[in-house]
């Protein structure tokens, strides 16, 4: 996993200004920490940072090579450079077609299979990819830039046009390091942060966009163009009742997890004591065995606080503490499991509180649990390169609480800002509310939403509504938690990867019947269908449960202080934008009877604060 960037111009040479691309590439130094390498030519600079996985040795980046390998191929400089962060799980066999061909390779790199396909099939490489990813190349010859993103968006890829030209980078703030990119946010750019509506292609950054997930920007002399390679479409389900469908799934999942096990460094897993990450952790652990011998055992890692034990406290997301769950389940599967124990002064310590923010590069986060997250990925990343994840489990399978809250089904908007009660922490000052109005646009972004749900004719009404909130989970919610685990896991120099955004299961599961989904009466009928052997009793008939948060009156008290601080220090601009009136309330009551939705009014205020003095941004509203 890496960090890439770059600067085209059709104006400036970049090799007269080297010191650009240099501090662009610097930028991303955390999500690389092992090498960097930057390439400049006449009208590109290309940057990289690199976490090293696969091939340590052989693939060093930017990697150059002519317009065609093999017999005959044009002498003279490099046509085609390539910046590439992420992993193709099918390298070995495209590497064999491609060596079919008549293509050499001089690495067991996936970066150079990556590089031939581009070589070989030009922009249709898109369509024999498998995996999470996101580059850039730079075909020097027809002087033109394609950027691509993987099809679940797991890999970030951010670009801004710039007079004469356009830059790219994992992040914005590598963007930030050129001298025509400013940060700079309008008022639909806040709308975007706070209406916690999940865009796929907006950002909260004025000029800057994301490659959309399954999507292709090129740019060129003639302008930017983007497309999209991959989307979820609806199609009839063709297994026949519920065990060929059950059998459909596991064999899905086994192919996911088989695929993203493979690296040359080493790699454990994270195990809540949920059934998503045991039934994933499972199959990781029998696979080890099978590669390495029955003595192999797979590293797995859970978070706790140091109060969890007396004073878990049961909300709409948390039905009951992990840990002993996380316990029995890395027993049952015979892991090597660790424990990272957090106290509330780790959780608010400034100096990690700033780290989050500065990763995250947005004010909108969710306080000590993107803190514990940051700080767990930080004690993994000691002794592994790489973790598999039970990420987007739920949003696969139905498991969150709104697929089948009455509520939630009958809402005309996102399911959950009803479920989470987030929308009640944005303490917005009353005059930006009335300039913002956010509710407005919360509603025309959901009717825009719904207008992009694939159906089929004849669809139950049932199946109709599973299917839009199945969409919107796919395509919007998961894009906050994708970013939010890869932002603070690169942070840490750690890569991730998420065996349930395998795009065939995702298909598979999305044009599945509620009937079928459901079958057990239950969330997640399928996936505890699919792991029934590979999880104790107890771990696969729990409840859904969330990513916990500490409960110890020490951190309210100190999140209280922080919030008091972050007012009376940034003084007219962050009371410009926070309604202190609605934060008051949050502040005077006593620490340990502060409620889940107005402690998070604190953590964002907290967090705007941190973000407004990181990146100064120029405010345009």
Not at 45 to 68: C, E, K, N, S, W
Not at 202 to 207: A, K, Q, R, V, Y
Not at 599 to 613: G, I, T, Y
Request: glycine share 8%; charged share 25%.
């Amino acid at each position: 996993m890496c960090g890439i960037t770059g600067w085209i111009s059709y104006r400036e040479d970049p090799r007269a200004q080297p010191s650009v691309i240099e501090r662009m590439t610097a930028a991303l130094a955390r999500r690389g920490p092992d090498a960097s390498g930057t390439w400049c030519g006449p009208h590109a600079a290309i940057g990289h940072r690199r976490l090293a996985v696969l091939d340590l040795p052989g693939g060093t980046q930017p990697m150059t090579a002519p317009a065609q390998s093999g017999p005959g191929a044009p002498p003279g400089p490099p046509a085609v450079v390539l910046s590439y962060s992420g992993e193709i799980y099918n390298h070995h066999a495209l590497r064999a077609r491609l060596r079919s061909r008549g293509h050499h390779f001089a690495t067991r790199s996936d970066t150079e299979v990556l590089l031939r396909a581009y070589q070989e099939w030009g922009d249709g490489l898109t369509g024999h990819l498998d995996g999470m990813y996101a580059f850039a190349i730079w075909d020097a010859h027809r002087e033109r830039l394609l950027l691509v993103r993987d099809r679940l968006g797991v890999k970030p890829l951010f670009f801004a046009e710039i007079p004469g030209g356009l830059v790219f980078g994992s992040e914005p703030k590598a963007l930030f390091a050129h001298p025509s990119c400013r940060p700079r946010i309008d008022a639909q750019g806040m709308r975007e942060a706070y209406g916690l509506v999940f865009s796929t292609g907006e950002t909260l950054w004025s000029g800057v966009r994301e490659v959309q997930p399954g999507g292709v920007a090129v740019f060129d002399r003639d302008g930017l163009a983007e497309r999209l390679y991959w989307r979820l479409e609806a199609r009839p389900h063709t297994d026949s009742g519920t065990t060929a469908t059950v059998d459909t799934v596991r064999a899905l999942l086994d192919r996911a997890a088989r695929a993203q096990l493979e690296a040359d460094v080493p790699l454990c897993a994270l195990l809540s004591g949920g059934l998503d990450s045991t039934v994933l952790t499972a199959l990781l652990a029998d696979e080890l065995r099978v590669r390495e011998g029955a003595a192999a055992r797979l590293r797995s890692y859970a978070v706790d606080y140091s109060d969890q034990v007396e004073r878990f406290t049961g909300d709409v997301l948390r039905t009951g503490h992990d840990t002993p769950y996380a316990a029995e389940a890395g027993a049952f599967i015979g892991t090597d499991h660790h424990l990272v124990v957090l106290d509330p002064q780790a959780l608010l310590d400034p100096a990690h509180r700033a780290a989050v923010v500065a990763a995250r590069d947005s004010p909108i986060g969710v306080g000590d649990m993107d803190t514990s997250l940051y700080l767990l990925f930080g004690e993994m990343a000691r002794h592994s390169a790489v973790a598999l994840s039970g990420e987007a489990a739920d949003e696969v399978f139905g498991g969150y609480p709104w697929f089948r809250s009455p509520a939630a089904l009958a809402a005309d908007t996102f399911p959950w800002l009803l479920v989470t009660s987030d929308e009640a922490a944005m303490p917005l000052h009353p005059a930006l509310a009335d300039t913002l109005r956010v509710g407005e646009f919360q509603a025309d972004t959901y009717r825009s939403a719904l207008a992009d749900v694939p159906h089929l004719d004849g669809e139950t009404p049932a199946q109709h509504r599973r299917r839009e909130l199945q969409h919107l989970s796919l395509t919007r919610w998961l894009r906050q938690l994708l970013h939010r685990k890869d932002r603070l896991s690169m942070a840490q120099g750690l890569e991730v990867r998420v065996p349930y955004c395998d795009h065939r299961l995702v298909e598979y599961a999305f044009n599945t019947p509620v009937a079928l989904q459901d079958f057990d009466g239950r969330e997640k009928s399928l996936l505890r269908a699919a792991g029934a052997r590979l999880a104790p009793h107890s771990v696969l008939h729990r409840p859904k449960n969330h990513y916990p948060a500490t409960h110890h009156p020490d951190y309210n008290r100190g999140l209280q202080d922080l919030a008091r601080d972050a007012l009376a220090a940034g003084q007219g601009r962050i009371r410009d934008l926070v309604d202190e009136t609605a934060v008051k309330p949050c502040l005077d009551t006593p620490p340990e009877h502060l409620q889940w939705g107005h402690r998070l009014r604190l953590e964002r205020v907290v967090d705007l604060s941190l973000w407004l003095d990181h990146h100064r941004p120029e405010l345009a509203f």
